[in-house]
């Protein structure tokens, strides 16, 4: 993910997708909250890659598309 200043697009900060990164489901039953990587899960043939997470102090795996970072230690970004 990218942190952008909006009126330049000036890049401000660029937060990988790694271990120890936080961010926000997307999509299905946990849609909506927030979760830490924990690990990256590779993909196989037909299989997408994975984000293994803690969510609630629970560990869900979740496709890594319907992950987005929203920060490294706490979001910086703030979802309306």
Same mark, same amino acid.
């Given at each position: 993910?990218?942190?952008?200043?909006? @009126?330049?697009?000036?890049?401000?900060? @660029?937060?990988?997708?790694?271990?120890?990164?936080?961010?926000?489901?997307?999509?299905?039953?946990?849609?909506?909250?927030?979760?830490?990587?924990?690990?990256?899960?590779?993909?196989? *043939?037909?299989? *997408?890659?994975?984000?293994?997470?803690?969510?609630?102090?629970?560990? @869900? =795996?979740?496709?890594?598309? @319907?992950?987005?970072? =929203?920060?490294?230690?706490?979001?910086? =970004?703030?979802? =309306?």
């Amino acid at each position: 993910s990218l942190l952008l200043e909006l @009126r330049s697009l000036k890049i401000i900060d @660029r937060i990988p997708l790694e271990k120890g990164i936080v961010g926000i489901v997307s999509h299905g039953s946990a849609a909506g909250k927030l979760g830490k990587i924990k690990d990256l899960l590779k993909g196989k *043939m037909k299989e *997408m890659p994975k984000v293994l997470c803690e969510i609630d102090k629970e560990d @869900r =795996i979740i496709q890594k598309d @319907r992950f987005v970072v =929203i920060g490294k230690e706490k979001p910086v =970004i703030k979802v =309306i």
